[in-house]
T-cell receptor
Framework: KAGVTQTPRYLIKTRGQQVTLSCSPI?????VSWYQQTPGQGLQFLFE???????NKGNFPGRFSGRQFSNSRSEMNVSTLELGDSALYLC????????????FGEGSWLTVV | AQSVTQLDSQVPVFEEAPVELRCNYS??????LFWYVQYPNQGLQLLLK??????LVESINGFEAEFNKSQTSFHLRKPSVHISDTAEYFC?????????????FGSGTQLTVLP
């Protein structure tokens, strides 16, 4: 099986712009979640989607949004980018039950200048 | 809500020496426990997990962790490390209920294995 695939791997954006990151989960996985990783704040949960519905949301401003499509692929969007949004954004997928292994992609490195 | 504390941000150790990476958690509900490893410029890979049953869990590459409920700890150990074990290690928890798939991570421990 192919792993969790994230695109793009690297991108540079300017303050005030918006960005969309894409994630394809492992085949058969219907839960997709997103995490932000920064040196200062570590790994923080952004949100989780299951069957096209957002199930949980972390403590991030409304500029951060996401969606999931019927094929379980997911996108996250950050609008009005700030310098502090520079981070590694990790997508993860899993099967339904809690405790099932959560598999991570290699991440999208976002630099805001 | 849960929280995870990794007591050591950096652990240098010589090759073939034993190592212990410490993890303590706090939660008002039952939790599942995980250790993930992150190599440079890569995502997270699951090393091992504790869901229930035997409190000692092992990974395929020689790591083991023991769940201690009374001390709310899940320390990671390896009896003999290799250069290739150099990486950042993250301890994480999730609620032990059917629909919970949100992980709360510790701040990470950078393990550096010296020749």
């Amino acid at each position: 099986k192919a792993g969790v695939t994230q695109t793009p791997r690297y991108l540079i954006k300017t303050r005030g712009q918006q960005v969309t990151l894409s994630c394809s989960p492992i085949s058969g996985h219907r839960s997709v979640s997103w995490y932000q990783q920064t040196p200062g704040q570590g790994l923080q949960f952004l949100f989780e989607y299951f069957s096209e519905t957002q199930r949980n949301k972390g403590n991030f401003p409304g500029r951060f949004s996401g969606r999931q499509f019927s094929n379980s692929r997911s996108e996250m969007n950050v609008s009005t980018l700030e310098l502090g949004d520079s981070a590694l954004y990790l997508c993860a997928s899993s099967e339904l039950a809690s405790g099932n292994t959560i598999y991570f992609g290699e991440g999208s490195w976002l630099t805001v200048v | 809500a849960q929280s995870v504390t990794q007591l050591d941000s950096q652990v240098p150790v010589f090759e073939e020496a034993p190592v212990e990476l410490r993890c303590n958690y706090s939660s008002s509900v039952s939790v599942y426990l995980f250790w993930y490893v992150q190599y440079p410029n890569q995502g997270l890979q699951l090393l091992l997990k504790y869901l229930s049953g035997s409190t000692l869990v092992e990974s395929i590459n020689g790591f083991e962790a023991e769940f201690n409920k009374s001390q709310t700890s899940f320390h990671l150990r390896k009896p003999s490390v290799h250069i290739s074990d150099t990486a950042e290690y993250f301890c994480a928890v999730s609620e032990a209920r059917g629909s919970a798939r949100q992980l709360t991570f510790g701040s990470g421990t950078q393990l550096t294995v010296l020749p």
